[in-house]
């Protein structure tokens, strides 16, 4: 595992559409986890996210773009970046501060390999349950995904958990 951080300084007052940026290279393919992290005192006036090409990794669909400053925990991403460059990017706007600002983003990223350490293809597939909480991850071999495999295997696995919990 290879840990990657790298910051942005945003300047007091900095709107969405100057956001200032930070690309940084990755060797690594699948990247595991990651946080932004603002220290004290940017009294949650800061937005941040991390961005591969134009997707969003960070936030999640679960969180917001808001910053809260002092929090520590890394999010788990299990994102296999496709293609090359792997390239992410932090990109930060403080449209309502007073002061300039540091924000420090981390990622934690691998290679798959198997038990030889031979390159693995796969997709990690996250659903949700009905009857259970959290996410939940199945993985598919690259041979075997398509869309529609991967849809109805989680909802198979969906299914076999809600029955083992008292679902129906």
């Known amino acids: 595992m290879t840990r990657y951080t790298w910051e ?29 992290f603002a220290p004290p005192g940017t009294a949650g ?43 992410l990017t932090l990109r930060v706007f403080a449209p309502q501060t007073d002061f300039p600002h540091t ?8 290679e798959v390999t198997d038990e030889v350490g031979q390159l693995q293809d796969a997709f990690q597939v996250v659903f949700l349950t009905e009857q259970t909480s959290g996410r939940k991850t199945i993985e598919i071999p690259a041979s075997d995904f398509t869309p529609d495999t991967a ?14 919990v008292g679902g129906e």
């Open 8 to 36: 942005v300084t945003v300047p007091a007052g900095t709107p969405q559409s100057a956001a200032v940026t930070n690309t940084i290279a990755l060797e690594e393919a699948v990247i595991q986890d990651g946080l932004i």
């Open 45 to 87: 006036l800061v937005f941040a996210e991390i961005r591969f090409g134009d997707l969003v990794l960070l936030p999640s669909a679960e969180s917001a773009r808001r910053v809260l400053p002092g929090t520590t925990d890394a999010a788990p991403l299990n994102f296999e970046a496709e293609g090359t460059p792997f390239e």
């Open 103 to 110: 924000i420090t983003a981390r990622v934690d990223a691998v």
């Open 151 to 164: 849809r109805a295997r989680a909802e198979e696995r969906a299914r076999q958990l809600d029955t083992a």
